[in-house]
């Protein structure tokens, strides 16, 4: 049996046993001596390796020593000899290095956890040998030189890192654009494969021990890639190394969930309620303070209907109404929407029979008629260009103001002359007029001719539009059409249309003369009253003048010049003035010119941004314009159209809470949506500049609540807004007002400082908004979510009611 014949270790053979060793050693002695003195220039390498197989010999007896006491106690009677026998075997020319090289690890190991397996195999070796002697010896041998291969790994260790580097670069190249996941699955396999490996090749070694030289240098070649002992080393800090990466990507992971710790932090103390107004989902807190309201000395100007904003942001988030659907996207929208969105039927039975709005099952319908163009708004557009050539609708004349819009049909068919309208009206009987108009896609905002200026600089529409808007013009100096002169351009045209125009009942006749009156005081000229035969309206189109000279023939001061002093410009909450600003004349003042006609006016800077002057990034002005254009051309185009994910075909109603020079919308011109552009308060004021350009936009206060209906806009747009505005008045009001007035799947995109960026996307997070994108670079940020249908189930306990 094997076994026995493995562990066989005869007294009777002892004395025998050392003779023949020291026969060996002296034969070996003298045949080195010979060697030797034959090659001189050898001696001190040959000196060198016996010095350090000594030293192996010496670690080998021991180890081996202690494997053998494990697995026969015999031997530990012999402990001298047996050393003696390992220290001849070590030889290394009686079995070539290479065949053993590497080995060692998973021989030991064998040796351990598989004693019959080690010993079947060197029985094989056993039998290949032609005396009981040099079976004896190969039992010796086969072990010693297990024992040595590990020491051998050793002093090639340094080879076998550099072909170990070698492989690992190359491997590394090829994994660079493999995931994460694949490189441990990769590295987990890779390890296993080699010990697998390196356990064939050993039995292959094993077995394999009289091959020719070819096959044991083949063999040699196997085991510096699947090795073990030393190389195995090797091997583990390779697969750390790609451990690393693995690690690197968990610490980026672990780092991004820190950033993100606070804001979840801040997110489980973000607590969502529902407002409790009695408006529900149509809650506009500035135009609902009931409370504000109810203190009001006198409605008479339509107090009530203007803003008066609570002294604390709302921090609620407004209802939806039941059976809220996604909007009917544009041009559909126009025509028709759902009347679960917008649901309300007064004004279709009021204003049914004039074609506002009708009911039509799941829908409201909107034929396009209004009361002064009861058959469609486009032919209304085409009777005025006829009657003033000179309006000419998407070139001379671009951005118009619509007074008393009801569902804004004019300004929504006004797209198809390439016109844009700034549409606006009291939220008053006329139920959710304004509302219709988002919810069809046309711009519109909640306003009133009350007791305050507009919120729009001087002297930037082209053409104001009234049509039945029930503004009384001629009361108490002309006051309210003193406010249309102070935004309409010098040369600009009022169109009216209106009963006194074309009717002669008492009450209408009383009103023209009057009109008639202050219209010349103010110096404007009656270029057309003409009447439509199909509608049966009359229109009456005046124009602003261009210079001060009628002014100053005036034989009476009424209504007065405003003084020096007062600023055209100035329109948050300022209060009306019964005068009139001079129209300036130097050629590089803003009104004493023309724009450029539509679309040149787009892209060019406007004639009066001086080079003297700085813009707001620094440059002088003109080069500040054309800098922020190229910006915005290159961010749309490179960024938001591609690398949002967003569908811009669902856009329609878009906000630029934070415009400049309107850059932004401007780069939107291609698309089929409209920019309502912002200019904050605290801001440089450029809005005069947008409208110049041909686009349109409005002043406002970010700590207040915008004036428009919840649910108005597709997609907000907010550059570097919220890390100015939060110190002002915080984070969740204004968020909360983000939230109110963007449409459930519409789109928030900001830019801004990477720690406003974290904190928002906790916030939208809290609120159930979906994060498309979050980027950061240089402390800088971008972020792209989307609002859901979320809502939350308790209800603030403060009531906001409204009149």
Not at 587 to 603: D, M, V
């Amino acid at each position: 049996m094997a076994l026995g014949k493995y562990s066989r270790v005869d007294g009777r053979k002892s004395s025998s046993y050392c003779s023949t060793v020291t026969i060996v050693v002296f034969v070996a002695l003298c045949l080195v001596g010979v060697w030797m003195m034959t090659s001189s220039y050898v001696v001190p390498e040959q000196n060198s390796d016996l010095s350090s197989q000594g030293k192996k010999n010496d670690m080998s007896t021991q180890v081996s020593g202690s494997k053998e006491s494990n697995n026969n106690t015999g031997e530990e009677s012999n402990p001298t000899d047996e050393g003696k026998s390992k220290q001849f075997e070590d030889n290394p020319g009686d079995l070539p290095e290479d065949a053993t090289k590497g080995d060692a690890l998973v021989s030991q190991e064998e040796n351990h956890s598989n004693p019959q397996e080690t010993e079947s195999t060197s029985e094989v070796k056993q039998e290949e040998k032609s005396t009981e002697q040099k079976e004896d010896t190969g039992d010796s041998k086969s072990e010693t030189q297990s024992e040595r291969g590990t020491d051998n790994s050793d002093d090639k260790k340094e080879d076998g890192q550099y072909k170990l580097d070698d492989k690992d670069s190359e491997d590394g190249g090829k994994n660079e654009n493999k995931s994460v996941g694949e490189e441990i699955e990769e590295g987990a396999d890779e390890k296993k494969s080699v010990e697998n490996s390196a356990e064939l090749n050993d039995k292959k070694d094993q077995e394999g021990s009289d091959e020719k030289a070819d096959g044991q240098k083949k063999d040699q070649s196997s085991s510096e890639i699947f090795t073990s002992g030393a190389q195995s080393d090797l091997l583990n800090e390779t697969t750390t190394q790609n451990g690393a990466f693995v690690t690197q990507a968990s610490e980026s992971k672990n780092e991004k969930e820190m950033q993100k710790s606070p804001g979840s932090d801040k997110e489980s103390s973000y607590t969502w309620k529902l407002c409790n107004s009695t408006a529900g989902p149509d809650y506009i807190p500035c135009l609902d303070n009931l409370e504000a309201i109810r203190n009001l000395r006198s409605t008479k100007h339509y107090e009530h209907r203007e803003r008066h904003c609570p002294d604390n942001p709302p921090t609620c988030l407004v209802p939806l109404p039941e059976g809220y659907q996604r909007s009917v996207e544009w041009p559909t929208s126009r025509e028709k929407i759902w009347y679960h969105n917008v649901p309300h039927t007064k004004l279709a039975e009021v204003k049914g029979h004039q074609n506002w709005v009708k009911v039509s099952g799941e829908y409201l319908t909107f034929p396009g008629g209004g009361t002064q163009f009861k058959h469609g708004a486009l032919h209304y557009i085409d009777f005025i260009q006829q009657s003033v050539p000179e309006i000419a609708w998407g070139k001379r004349t671009r951005v118009i103001l619509d007074v008393g819009c009801g569902v804004a049909s004019f300004g929504g068919y006004l797209f198809e002359r390439d016109v844009i309208a700034m549409s606006f009206a009291p939220k008053d009987e006329h139920e959710a007029q304004v509302q219709f108009a988002l919810e069809r896609g046309v711009p519109a905002i909640s306003a009133v001719m009350g007791t305050k200026r507009l919120p729009f600089p001087s002297r930037v529409f082209d053409v104001v539009h009234c049509a039945r808007c029930r503004v009384p013009w001629h009361i108490e100096g002309g006051k309210l059409l003193l406010e249309l002169n102070r935004v309409l351009r010098p040369g600009g045209l009022f169109v009216w249309s209106a009963t006194p125009v074309y009717q002669k009942l008492p009450e209408d006749v009383e009103i023209w003369e009057a009109m008639k009156k202050l219209t010349n005081a103010m110096c404007w000229e009656l270029i057309s009253k003409t009447k439509d035969r199909v509608n049966g309206v009359g229109v009456a189109v005046y124009r602003k003048p261009t210079s001060n000279e009628c002014y100053e023939q005036r034989s009476k001061d009424a209504p007065p010049l405003c003084q020096g002093s007062d600023d055209p410009n100035a329109a948050w909450n300022v209060p009306l003035q019964a005068c009139m600003h001079k129209v300036p004349v130097a050629t590089s003042k803003r009104g004493s010119q023309w724009p450029e006609s539509w679309p040149a006016r787009l892209s060019k800077s406007p004639y009066w941004l001086l080079s003297s002057e700085v813009g707001v990034y620094g440059k002088p002005a003109p080069e500040d314009f054309t800098a922020d254009y190229e910006h915005w051309k290159h961010v749309v185009k490179n960024s938001y159209l591609t690398g949002t994910g967003i569908n811009w075909s669902t856009v329609r109603n878009v906000m630029d809470m934070r415009a400049i020079y309107g850059g932004f919308a401007a780069a939107l011109r291609d698309l089929n949506v409209w920019v309502m552009n912002i200019v904050s308060i605290d801001a440089p004021d450029t809005l005069p500049i947008i409208y110049e350009r041909g686009l349109f936009g409005i002043y406002h206060d970010w700590c207040e609540s915008f004036s428009t209906y919840p649910r108005s806009y597709d997609l907000l747009h907010a550059d570097h807004l919220f890390s100015k505005i939060k110190t002002k008045c915080g984070l969740p009001a204004i968020v909360a007002e983000v939230d109110r007035i963007l449409r459930p799947e519409g789109k928030l995109i900001v830019r801004d400082k990477a720690e406003t960026i974290t904190e928002l996307e906790s916030m939208l997070k809290s609120m159930h908004y979906e994060i498309r994108m979050t980027y950061t670079k240089d402390k800088e940020g971008l972020l792209c979510c989307q609002k859901t249908m979320w809502r939350p189930k308790d209800v603030e306990t403060l009531t906001y009611a409204i009149a």
